[in-house]
């Protein structure tokens, strides 16, 4: 155990620099994320409605982050292992989203599709594993629009938590000067448009949020 971690990127460029620094702040905005997403699936339980809430989103979320953990593991980073268990934190949202909304036929079909991203992660060559993550990450953009785009049709912030969506732009951030630092290409591109749909989304739910069920 203690070989494996120190041949972590963390532990090899520990000190007062800025790898260590936003590393550090990547860990934290984690814990952030996981109460957030609690937040979000608090909201779906008690309300025991998934009202304008993206299930293809949150599927695409789930089996996403289980892949950006195995991308940790490869590349020897322990703030993205760590980010990856935020799996862990998508599946109540997904459980009550089950239960309170329902899958559609697109939305199940789109959940067993998804479920092949873990293993397409762990098969491919290390070599090309920042390209598979970019074209992943690219999934996830898309994914986020999907929110946006719901609450807009829907004309309803419905049970869309608020929290979640700064915490995320706000993780964001770290996650993008995080990806400047260790030269990671998939984080400096995706996050900075992260953030634009985000804000987005959240423009939406503030101008909708008094027609929410």
Do not use: H
């Not at 997904?94 to 992660?121: D, H, N, Q």
């Not at 400047?180 to 992260?194: K, S, T």
Request: hydrophobic share 55%; aromatic share 20%.
């Amino acid at each position: 155990m203690s070989e494996i971690l120190k041949s972590t990127v963390e532990y090899q460029n520990w000190g007062y620099n800025a790898l260590t620094f936003s590393a550090i702040g990547t860990f934290l905005f984690t814990f952030l994320q996981m109460w957030s997403f609690g937040q979000q699936a608090k909201l779906v339980w008690v309300s025991r409605s998934g009202e304008s809430v993206s299930v293809k989103m949150f599927s695409y979320w789930f089996f996403y982050w289980i892949a950006f953990s195995l991308y940790g593991v490869a590349g020897k980073s322990i703030a993205i292992a760590f980010n990856g268990l935020m799996f862990l934190a998508t599946a109540p949202i997904l459980l009550g989203l089950y239960k309170f909304k329902g899958f559609t036929r697109w939305e199940k079909i789109s959940f067993s599709v998804f479920s092949l991203i873990p293993a397409l992660m762990f098969y491919c060559p290390k070599a090309q594993k920042p390209t598979l993550l970019l074209v992943l990450l690219m999934g996830v953009l898309f994914s986020i629009t999907l929110q946006p785009y719901e609450i807009w049709q829907k004309k309803s912030a419905g049970s869309v938590e608020p929290k979640l969506l700064v915490v995320f732009a706000l993780t964001s951030i770290f996650w993008f000067a995080y990806g400047i630092v260790i030269r990671d290409m998939p984080l400096i591109v995706f996050n900075p448009l992260a953030i634009v749909v985000l804000l987005i989304t959240l423009g939406l739910w503030w101008k909708y949020k008094d027609r929410a069920a």
